[in-house]
Every structure is written in C-alpha cells, then in structure tokens.
C-alpha cells in the first residue's frame, strides 16, 4: 500500500512538472499527424477501388480515368510548358519558404479566435504548410 501512495505522489509530480504549452503544441501536432493520416488513408481507398491512368507531362502528374485519358493527355501536353515558364522559379521559392516555416511560426502568425470547421487557425497553416512541404517533391523540385 506504501509503495501505491509513493508511486502516485511521484506520478502527480511529474505531471505537474510538465509545461502545458509544450504538452498542448504536442496535442496539436499528433491531430494534424492523425487528420493527414486519415487524409491519406481516404485517397488510397479511393484510388484503389477506381482503376485510373497515370499522365505525365513534363513535371506534372495527373490521375484520369481511362476514358478521359487521351483528351487530358493533350491538354496536359500543352500546358505544362506554359505552366513551368510561369511559375518554374516561384515554385522553387515556395518549397524553400514551406521548408523554413514551423509550427511556432504557425502559432505566432495565426489568430487564437479564428476557427476552421472546429480547427484552430494555427492548426489549419501548419496542416497547410505540410501540404505544401510534399508538393514540390511531387513535381520534381527538390529545395535543400
């Protein structure tokens, strides 16, 4: 029974020595782990039970069915050299930008009253943020 109450009285220490504000940005990290996990889970259940192609022009990917194949195939064939000359360099400077922010840029930046469908703003850009870390990867662009 001594050794209960002991154990008890040092897990209530260590609780209370622990910072809240480091314990909520934790929190809010697993949440935005958790949602882009389901995000992506939902995708790939969703392509698995749709057969679709793949179209590739230049750096840019696209998944069509197979009946609107060939006319997306054209239509990507043509903009995609107009979309890399427009915005080759902006997207370059937009993955090193989405690299170098972090969540404690998310937080001081975002409003603490705004509320996205029950999401906290800050919780909103970092989830943004993370979209726009994977994207360029995607494309062929690799910021160091």
């Given at each position: 029974m001594f050794s209960g109450l002991v154990e008890s009285v040092s897990l209530g220490a260590a609780l209370v020595a622990q910072d809240p504000a480091v314990?909520?940005?934790r929190l809010a990290r697993l949440d935005v782990l958790r949602r882009a996990a389901g995000a992506?889970?939902?995708s790939a259940d969703s392509a698995h039970r749709e057969a679709l192609d793949t179209i590739r022009a230049g750096a840019l990917f696209i998944l069509v069915r197979?009946?609107?194949s060939a006319i997306v195939r054209q239509g990507a064939e043509l903009a995609w050299p107009q979309l890399d000359s427009?915005?080759?360099?902006?997207?370059?400077a937009l993955a090193q930008l989405a690299k170098r922010v972090g969540y404690d840029d998310c937080v001081r930046l975002s409003s603490r009253f705004d509320r996205y469908d029950?999401?906290?703003?800050c919780d909103v850009m970092w989830s943004a943020v993370?979209?726009?870390r994977g994207a360029p990867a995607e494309v062929g662009f690799a910021p160091r």
């Open positions: 314990l909520e940005r992506v889970l939902m197979p009946e609107e427009l915005y080759g360099d902006e997207a370059m029950g999401r906290a703003e993370n979209l726009l």
